[in-house]
Each structure stands twice: as structure tokens, then as C-alpha cells.
């Protein structure tokens, strides 16, 4: 089992940066795709970034291209979301996710393990 909790969200006006850590426990997660996801009220929760085992390969959501970046840190079982030039519409509880697939998927039912989320809200 793998246990993940995030941390970093808060408050921010439109332009701002905020930094996203997962803290994985339980299991290294070194073998791992780890991915970002997010949900706004009333929204179904949406992919935003994932990478590789290694680091070496990414994938984003388009809106997000540019400005968040995504990477992660094995010896320290975190990974990290650096999200710059925040957007109003980025607001939403942002979710670390783990999987043992090798690809990069963005459908959240290759997914196996969830963190409860950290809430991220921009302000206009």
C-alpha cells in the first residue's frame, strides 16, 4: 500500500506561484507514474500532469502547459507540482496519484492510489 499526503495549496491572487508537494509513505514509489489531478466544485476531477519513474518523461493538460511543472524527487518519495501564472480557473482540490503502469495515463481509473487532496484557490 502507498499512503500520500499533499500539502502546499492556499490562497494566491491571479499571477501567483504555488508549490505542491506529495509525500509518499508505506512504499517507495521510485517504481511509480505519478500524476496530478484536480476538481472544481461541481466539476468531474480532471488530469493535470504525470511522470515518469524516473522523471525523464511528463505529460500535461493543455490549459496547464508553460506554467506548471511537474517532478519529482525519489530519494525523498515526494513529488512536487510547481504551478506558476495561476489562473482563476485553476482553482480547485488538487490530487496526488500513484500508478504502476509504465505509460502516463490520464484517466483517473489507472490510478490505484489517492491522496485526500489539497485545496488551491486563485483569487481575481
Known amino acids: 500500500q502507498v499512503q500520500l499526503v499533499e500539502s502546499g495549496g492556499g490562497l494566491v491572487q491571479a499571477g501567483g506561484s504555488l508549490r505542491l508537494s506529495c509525500v509518499a509513505s508505506?512504499?517507495?514509489?521510485?517504481?511509480?507514474?505519478m500524476g496530478w489531478f484536480r476538481q472544481a466544485p461541481g466539476k468531474e476531477r480532471e488530469f493535470v500532469a504525470a511522470?515518469?519513474?524516473?522523471?525523464?518523461?511528463?505529460s500535461y493538460l493543455d490549459s496547464v502547459k508553460g506554467r506548471f511543472t511537474i517532478s519529482r524527487d525519489n530519494a525523498k518519495n515526494t513529488v512536487y507540482l510547481q504551478m506558476n501564472s495561476l489562473k482563476p480557473e485553476d482553482t480547485a482540490v488538487y490530487y496526488c496519484?500513484?500508478?504502476?503502469?509504465?505509460?502516463?495515463?490520464?484517466?483517473?481509473?489507472?490510478?490505484?492510489?489517492w491522496g485526500q487532496g489539497t485545496q488551491v484557490t486563485v483569487s481575481s
Open positions: 508505506g512504499r517507495t514509489i521510485s517504481a511509480y507514474t
Open positions: 511522470i515518469n519513474w524516473s522523471g525523464g518523461t511528463t
Open positions: 496519484a500513484a500508478t504502476g503502469t509504465v505509460r502516463l495515463p490520464s484517466t483517473r481509473g489507472a490510478y490505484d492510489y
